[in-house]
């Protein structure tokens, strides 16, 4: 069997060698792409008088052909065509004769795979997206449901002050509008059409790129042909963006995770979201969270693939870069499972209100608000702060909550105390006084609710 | 020596701990933003009446007081006060009395370390983007100055086709210019003002943090007090922008590299970004070149470390963030060097057209001409491809470049070759028939460039 | 000033690029190593007549003039002398004169810093043994404390089934320990001397490098030069190792913060390693813990960043790989400080041997003693399991322990329950039934411990 | 269908989370260790009488029917039943009743996916052992056969002094030792056993893991119990000797593209792991190297992503660990086909002595020569280099080799240099006079390959 390219070798590339070369077992995934942009390619060259309208009507007849083969799983795919492109030219011209072989005029693999590839990435972009919205969308709606419950707001995993429990939820909710802006922002990048740089340096055919760009929705062009076929940094740009949702999605499966624990209580997972163990029958094992906390793991490892792949690689076209599919491919399915798996999560999961008020009992949680009461009685806030903290001190050698203690034990430790400090000492208090914008008071928490849903119909 | 919020615990902390949590020998770099929006917040909380304006103005004389100590290298830094920010107020104190006590009002250092960073970052992303600016620049006039010199374009690290020189320098531009773009974009992250979110719940003082936001320049406030201080996403969005660039960098790093050697010859660097061997006196080295080259790794690492550490991290904050300032400034600092230095090396190198041109002969770098040639004349262009290839190992064999052979010889390869040939066989007339937008003819570089201009000026 | 290797350049390098390519900053930090190689390479090239005699006592007596004034911080530090080899050589010339330009004689700059990162990296390998000890020591001697006390066991963070406390802690050691064996085999990697290599060739003079590597205590040459100054691989050995320790140690702090979390309260951090906050008067936070994980980040961006420098990199020695030290340099300390960190964390932290226990009631932790108690009375286990599924499944909704259970409540789920199965439902049994090696059971723990310190102590 | 686990679970999982924690179909590949162990545990359990002689015949003709039923691709994989572990034993059951359910005694699937991987990992270090051997052998073979060739020694990929072609070759054979002691260290850290860890804390079954072992062809146990369950630091040694591997074959690959450029020439790649271009015909491009190359991304990527996994996870199984399989599937196999793959480049390539040394002709890398003859004429060393140095621009200005200089002109740098000094200038005697251990001597160069092939025969 001939290669395409075979004219000037001696010899058949060896079996392993070819195998090795080959990326139509991944590239594969790009079949509708390709065969979208080839039929974009075929019409304009047919505009351009560059190919008969005849022969334009073959080729599109024989992709749309190619196309149903492929859905139907009856496309002959065969690895010495090295990939997807050569398999789908090799096929079409086996279906309509030597039209076929025309296709190519005026293009190169090197921009025809660029094109697929931004293609391929802006159809997922758009899919990653609507899961972000559902997973946000989520979120916004276990918030409304339980806005008036309370519970301890961490820092460096200790109780710090009371929160809404909706405001903590809608913390992750503003995250992920981050990770949609970021997506596009990707959109952006990848809004350009490689087409028409061929190998490297443009093409001698009077293409008209402009209208392929207005066929398949791009605005722009790259300005330079060899930065066309050279540029992958609308993956990295995804990469990134799902490395960084991967994080985030990692941060709350973790929260949920040991909010899932017998000692928090905070949560059940449904029982669609967990599994159980093969050894211990009371297991219910938050799984699903643990996934998605696991998987921020390859989301890293394939942004860093990729930079290391680019990292001194000389212009234009080298094979390395055939090594950009396989990261994307993963993080594409990876993110998308993850988005989906936790907005099903946070649907599902039983909260649990009781526990979280009662994991504040002798918390000392309320500790900022004897401190604010002190400074508004005119004590510098750092003084007021001393003082605050030696309470705290004193209640927790007497096993009690701040506000158990009497006013005179208060009053031993400054004299500006009187009996309204117990107003103070309060969940609900301390929550609705923190009414500083994005604060955590209810009204705030509403406010953001309302903005969140104004953004995910928008 | 007393911490300041050591009210409630019965012994100091070990000298070791203390210098392990300590985080002053590195963030003292960010004494200006502290100081910066500290100013601001003083002056906010006096327009509140939270402070009276006597103590507003010691404040911000106290503050120019500090600025002045630490500009003059007099500033009494202390370890033990753990961080920049409580060395800044302790030394407010000193300097101003109970006043200095009352600035941290309504603030917690959570939200002020967040502000810092976001200042931080907003200012070096300016100066990131001025650098930039210079290196393609830099690119723009090295390619107007070489406009008529050919070169061979590579792919796979082979020669392709003959490429303008110029065109190939504004490969580069293009790439930067996305760069440009990704900074940008970081700027857009960035401007969200986080102060009012206190430790994580906002805070019960009426503070007025638009005006804040107004005085230094912030467009937006967070949504979520929790998320305000938990979000690290704009400097990770920064260490992703310079990993980029510093790819991108390595790349032309390394086309410099090869093409100073021996066998290429296409550059020679300037002595002023070259050094010498300790024990070879002949050696020029590309050093300035091979160090921007390595220097990726640590922008890669920058990256990967960011990540890991908010992996799977609870809100809101937690010590691990302390990790977010080295990784930052070492990104920061290396980037903005080998930009400056790779803009030098660009400026400065001399280009040398006659090896450019002598390493086409006999390459066959024309090998397309003759197949798109053939395409023209009627071949479907896979078989034009065929001819072309057996064209070429037939010259390879005879040691002889394809317009060297005579036109009986090309004519028994393919009868529909005629004299006209030799007209494509031709560098000049290669590259000038490449017309597609992006492509290498003169005309298209110079629109290049002339846009590229445009876009500095703006 | 005139560069030593100027011979050949024109003009002086710009100040910036000098500034950029000096390795003098950080490779300081080599100065000892630096003079304790070039004492053994003076008193080789004198007993093989290189030098004389007298030249090379000037030479010993010059570098320990220049160590001490090191050490006084007195040496004269400058930049323009690019590194801390040019620097000591310039500084013993002036110091002893012309026998000072003789000691370079037979070697490059490229085996020297080899030599010098070689000798750097194999007494810090002993020192972070040492630390390793101390960590491991620590544990154990928590782990021969408590030999009683009853935790929960985890799996997928939910309980699964009680195991001793000293067996969880003895799980770390044995992590610990492989990272002890990971730092001798790095140890093994070291151990080749790269002096004689030269620039990559080898050297002209007739030296005899198995004697400097007795002197310096190397056991092997390395075979061919040009890999003597080209190998990275004992760096990249040593930060894997530190990557993999630090990973090791944030799995042992992420449950010591978990664990000090009010909900759980299974341990209490001493004071000297906690810090409070600068507005919560009651805060007590696991600050040293939270950065020993966040370290984990840098850790492996140090990993990463070797990597990618090395990645692509011709041989022999480029510029790129001066980027090794300062990555080293951080995981060699932070990997130091972690170690000792931890293990003053875990010395002193208090442990709540109560709070453990009582954390198991109700968990239905004891459900595989139920499923091998029903499967030691012949039910084929898959079966016995599901059993204890649904004995689970009802005491839960009863809100009850299995083991507050009657008697006939349990047989209604099998008939071949009996009286004896209340024997089975005991956390001491538990434990102690688990007697496969590396079993849980508290006679396997000793046994575990015993060998722990037989280790410490070889 | 219901759930091994299913007792205590009120509704079956939902069909997209069954399919997002289901690991069977990449764990699949684990089927044939999963049944050794079995079958070895199987038969321990009847020597242990836990289960009778007749169960434990069953089970093994039931596993060895299954091992048929999956070499032939009859064995019914199903997703429901989670991973490789499940449905093995679900189709044993199938198979041979209830004494299939027995085979799960005394065993969690903890400890048998451990076991699992440990078999996997230590078969394929063994293959890739092999694998190492032939590309070293390769090296060798080459080395031995160009012996007398002399190239051009790079630093800083500049000309620095003639070496022997096969002492560079060599240098690699060095690195890839290195590599197979790294694999040995690997084989020696997956030497335990973990079987009889049960899901955490060991089991009540009176196993005898040590007769497992034994039969497995383990001479370890794991100590504890908790840490044999949740280690995975085998699995990380594999990634990172794959990494390393992958790094060292990037340079290589580097080299060799470099050097089949039109402008080095020096090495010309068989056709077989070379390929064409879809659009040029003259193009034959080094792809297979270019794979190698930029393969090293994903092995660096998935390093960190199982380092990413494992950071900050609290013991003993989760979920996430799950994630390590596919990172490691994939680094076995690029790292196997990579070191097959290049294997085949090295012993076909082309190797052009000519080009090799044509290229040193004016390029001074003899002006060590000339320093050293200095030197040995009594300059001290510094000063001979800043003579020599002087003698190279000279040469450079007139477009002249150090050695077509006259003896006069040579003079006028330095008196000291006699008619003898071009004995010095030859490109031989260089190479023959760096007689150091390691140096590239022809008699040197032999001695490596004597060793070599003597380690390659053990």
Not at 225 to 248: K, P, Q, T
Not at 414 to 426: G, M, P, Q, R
């Amino acid at each position: 069997l001939s290669k395409l390219w075979g004219g000037r070798f001696s010899q058949d590339g060896g079996q392993r060698a070819e195998e090795f070369t080959s990326s139509l077992s991944f590239d594969k995934r790009l079949s509708r792409q390709d065969i979208q942009g080839s039929e974009a390619h075929a019409r304009m060259l047919a505009r351009q008088g560059i190919i008969s309208e005849e022969e334009c009507a073959l080729i599109l007849g024989g992709l749309r052909q190619c196309l149903k083969e492929i859905e139907r799983g009856e496309f002959p795919f065969r690895q010495e065509f090295e990939d997807i492109h050569l398999n789908i030219e090799q096929r079409l011209t086996e279906l309509i004769g030597p039209a076929g072989r025309k296709l190519h005029t005026g293009r190169s693999r090197n921009d025809q795979v660029a094109l697929d590839m931004h293609l391929y990435i802006r159809s997922e972009c758009q899919e990653v997206l609507l899961r972000l919205r559902s997973l946000q969308k989520a979120l916004v709606d276990r918030a409304a449901e339980h806005l008036g419950v309370i519970m301890p707001g961490f820092t460096h995993f200790q109780h710090a002050q009371p929160v809404l429990f909706s405001h903590y939820l809608m913390a992750y909710f503003w995250m992920f509008q981050r990770d949609a802006e970021r997506i596009a922002f990707c959109l952006h990048q990848v809004d350009r059409l490689p087409l028409g740089a061929a190998a490297l340096a443009g093409t001698t055919y009077p293409l008209d790129p402009h209208s392929v760009a207005g066929e398949l929705g791009f605005t722009r062009l790259y300005e330079n042909s060899i930065d066309a076929v050279s540029d992958r940094d609308y993956l990295l740009e995804f990469l990134f963006s799902a490395a960084v949702m991967g994080m985030h999605m990692s941060r709350l499966a973790e929260e949920l995770i040991i909010g899932s624990s017998r000692e928090f209580s905070f949560y059940e997972m449904d029982d669609a979201f967990a599994t159980g163990s093969s050894i211990m029958p009371q297991k219910k094992n938050p799984d699903v969270c643990e996934l998605v906390r696991g998987k921020t793991g390859r989301l890293i490892g394939n942004l860093v693939s990729l930079l290391v792949v680019l990292k001194g690689l000389p212009l234009a076209y080298n094979s390395d870069m055939q090594e950009d599919k396989e990261a994307v491919f993963d993080s594409v399915d990876t993110v998308k499972a993850c988005l989906s798996m936790l907005a099903g999560v946070i649907s599902t999961m039983k909260v649990n209100p009781g526990r979280m008020r009662a994991s504040m009992y002798r918390d000392f949680c309320l500790a900022t608000e004897l401190a604010d009461y002190l400074a508004q009685k005119g004590l510098p806030f750092r003084d007021a702060h001393h003082v605050a903290g030696r309470v705290v001190a004193y209640a927790m050698k007497k096993g009690m909550d701040i506000w158990e203690l009497t006013l005179s034990e208060l009053q031993s430790f400054s004299e500006i105390i009187s009996e309204d400090v117990y107003d103070y000492l309060d969940y609900e208090v301390a929550v609705q006084r923190r009414t500083t914008p994005g604060g955590t008071c209810r009204e705030n928490v509403e406010q953001q609710i309302a903005k969140a849903l104004a953004l995910l119909e928008a």
